[in-house]
């Protein structure tokens, strides 16, 4: 069964570094997101993508986050200067034609020193 | 913020129904209603979705009142890999409404644990 892969599973930066964080999605799904979850809270919306642009975007993907799908297989989140309350978990997530039915990946586990 | 109220915890004995039940009492003519879930931090899992039908697939069935105001998802034999966080969302996933491209609002869900 296709499935959504996450690189890296987790990662350690420092404050102020550049993170890529990078998605396979599953090959012939037409949209993508990015949604975060910061230890014992909810699910957050980031951004989704279509057609080589975003879509959507929530009040937490500001200036320092970018989407970007360089290779029509990978789909990845930058976070240009990471801050200390980015540290959550990056989860990525496809669809097809039917745009709420999701399939998530893993995660990254992304923690900022 | 999340348009739906569920239950924060409920409980079921391994081999018995679940029965998770929701509120979404301002949901739209276009909007569906979803059901995800999570086991300890692993990405949300489509479970199954609905507009005013019943539906049921290998997972779980949907019941939706008439009104649509309220659902519940059935998990028809618990077993113990059943335990997670229920989400019920309602999304518009055609954007008729112009209000959304997909985006999925998770709330806190139902915390569901199921015993031996």
């Known amino acids: 069964e296709p499935e959504v892969t996450q690189t890296p599973s987790h990662q350690v930066t420092q404050m102020g570094q550049e993170v890529i964080l990078r998605c396979v999605p599953i090959s012939n799904h037409l949209y993508f997101y990015w949604y975060r979850q910061i230890l014992g809270q909810k699910v957050e919306f980031l951004v989704s993508f279509y057609n080589n642009e975003i879509s959507e975007k929530s009040e937490i993907f500001d200036d320092q986050f970018s989407v970007e799908r360089p290779d029509g297989s990978n789909f990845t989140l930058k976070i240009r200067s990471t801050k200390l309350e980015d540290s959550a978990m990056y989860f990525c997530a496809s669809s097809g034609a039917s745009r709420g039915t999701q399939y998530f990946g893993p995660g990254t586990r992304l923690l900022v020193l | ?116």
């Open chain 2, 1 to 116: 913020d999340a348009k739906t109220t569920q239950p924060t915890s409920m409980d079921c004995a391994e081999g018995r129904a679940a029965n998770l039940p929701c509120n979404h009492s301002t949901i739209s003519g276009n909007e569906y209603v979803y059901w995800y879930r999570q086991i300890h931090s692993q990405g949300p899992q489509y479970i199954i979705h609905g507009l005013k039908n019943n539906e049921t697939n290998e997972m779980a069935s949907l019941i939706i009142t008439e009104d649509r105001k309220s659902s519940t998802l059935i998990l028809p034999h618990a077993t113990l890999r059943d335990t997670a966080v229920y989400y019920c969302i309602v999304s518009d996933p055609s954007n008729a409404g112009g209000t959304s491209y997909g985006k999925l609002t998770f709330g806190q869900g139902t915390i569901l644990t199921v015993h031996p």
